[in-house]
């Protein structure tokens, strides 16, 4: 989706360095999430973020960190690079409800990835 | 937590057939189940969803079931077509209630678990 974009697309580091995957949107969107995707593992959320102020560990948030610099964009850190986070990741954002309807669906709207190896 | 198991993990079809691809949860709170379409070199898009309060749901050649008793929800395309091979996910999540839109505390509600994932091939 062009409103989700990713920098850099593709990212070849060495352990121990420190990386950051850039996330930017358009969508105006307050909510924004950073997923990891590994074969047979589908995706599983690193950090989430409900606005600015609001940063929350998703299920496996050990050895990544994130930053909210703006209602755009949200980044994801790895301190010390090691090869088990070699992976695909995953930028996605949602909206906050809108009022009226008793339930509603979180549909969340991904960017195209970044692929990082960790050699 | 939620637990989603995904099977087939991949599932090769001939044009013009139909494919199903089927989902278990654990959560007997999640009310809602997004599958989300993945494209060689490109994030997940939502193809279809299902809330706990429909037992089926069709948009043209894909369809949705769920089964809240036993827990479990499946993808129906029919008249599959080369443009369908792609890796299939479903997911499941606690909707939130309205009561809950401006609540901070919604952690569980907005979180998407997903399962493992369905490469499908459409063989011509």
């Known amino acids: 989706d062009a409103d989700v974009t990713q920098t850099p697309r593709n990212r070849i580091t060495k352990t121990g360095k420190r990386i950051m995957l850039e996330c930017s949107q358009t969508k105006g969107h307050d909510r924004m999430y950073w997923y990891r995707q590994d074969p047979g593992l589908g995706l599983r959320l690193i950090y989430y973020?409900?606005?600015?102020?609001?940063?929350n560990k998703g299920e496996i948030s050990d050895g990544y960190s994130v930053s909210r610099q703006a209602q755009a964009k949200f980044s994801l850190s790895l301190e010390s690079a090691i090869p088990n986070q070699t992976a695909l990741y995953f930028c996605a954002t949602s909206d906050l409800p809108q009022q009226g309807g008793r339930y509603i669906p979180d549909t969340q709207y991904f960017g195209p990835g970044t692929r990082l190896t960790v050699l | 937590g939620e637990n989603v198991e995904q099977h087939p993990s991949t599932l090769s079809v001939q044009e013009g057939d139909s494919a199903v691809i089927k989902c278990t949860y654990s959560?007997?709170?999640?009310?809602?189940f997004p599958w989300y379409k993945q494209e060689l070199g490109k994030g997940p898009q939502l193809i279809i969803d299902?809330?706990?309060?429909?037992g089926e749901k069709k948009d043209q050649r894909i369809a949705v079931t769920l089964n809240k008793t036993a827990k479990h929800f499946s993808l129906h395309i029919t008249e599959t077509q080369p443009e369908d091979s792609a890796v299939y996910f479903c997911a499941a999540s606690r909707g939130r209630l309205q009561a809950q839109l401006w609540s901070r505390n919604v952690a569980a509600g907005n979180k998407l678990t997903f399962g493992g994932g369905t490469r499908v091939l459409v063989k011509p």
């Open positions: 959560d007997s709170a999640s009310n809602y």
């Open positions: 973020s409900f606005d600015v102020k609001d940063i």
């Open positions: 299902i809330r706990s309060n429909v």
